[in-house]
């Protein structure tokens, strides 16, 4: 199965809010209410902001947001600030199944 | 607070073997699904494998399946990915990961496959 898409690259102005698309298909994203979510800064490891489409962990930004439409989910970022210059990686649950889970490609947000 | 350590990756010859490790604490290891997610350098996030709380239910990305083996020793709170006919292209970061929504992740163990 193919990675999920998401544009290669983002970037905004301290204090815009900007959004970052993440396309599956009507057996992944389109399928499931399990789409994640991650933030990764350089030589760190992943860290999940958003999971089941639109639910926060404890501790994380009420700055992040998840949603979904058809095949499509989206994480939007308001307020940005410099400590959210980092990659994004989407990710769906497929089944439980060989290949059970599909990441995205990544989203570099480059805060101006 | 959750803890997940991985370790025991090296340089490897293509065509070998290697076992990577995670030591988990912090939390009741035995009740969680646990996973392994490599991240290739300069590459994006990769999963890899899952395997359930008993350790009954294992699945596996295509790219690994019949080359590399996970289990757990929930005994130890530890997890492992045995790995068999490494290529060069299975050279990556290796995290351990917790649970279906990843909520929690290691530090990483690089594996570099190369002669």
């Not at chain 1, 439409?69 to 497929?94: F, H, K, M, R, W």
């Not at chain 2, 068999?84 to 990961?97: G, I």
Request: aromatic share 12%.
């Amino acid at each position: 199965q193919s990675a999920l898409t998401q544009p290669a690259s983002v970037s905004g102005s301290p204090g815009q809010s900007i959004t970052i698309s993440c396309t599956g298909s009507s057996r992944d994203v389109g399928n499931y209410n399990l789409v994640s979510w991650y933030q990764q800064h350089p030589g760190k490891a992943p860290q999940l902001i958003i999971y089941e489409v639109t639910k926060r962990p404890s501790g994380v930004s009420n700055r992040f947001s998840g949603s979904k439409s058809g095949n499509t989910a989206s994480l939007t970022i308001s307020g940005l600030q410099p400590e959210d210059d980092a990659d994004y990686y989407c990710c769906s649950y497929v089944g439980r199944t060989t290949s059970s889970v599909l990441f995205g490609g990544g989203t570099k947000l480059t805060v101006l | 607070e959750v803890q997940l350590v991985e370790s025991g990756g090296t340089l490897v010859q293509p065509g070998g073997s290697l076992r990577v490790s995670c030591a988990a604490s912090g939390f009741i290891f035995s009740n969680w699904e646990m996973n392994w997610v490599r991240q290739a350098p300069g590459k994006g996030l990769e999963w890899l494998s899952y395997i359930s709380t008993a350790g009954t239910t294992i699945y596996y990305a295509e790219s690994v399946e019949g080359r590399f083996t996970i289990s757990r020793d929930n005994a130890r709170n530890s997890l492992y990915l045995q790995m068999n006919s490494l290529r060069a292209e299975d050279t990556a970061v290796y995290y351990c990961v917790r649970d279906w929504t990843f909520d929690y992740w290691g530090q990483g163990t690089v594996v570099t496959v190369s002669s």
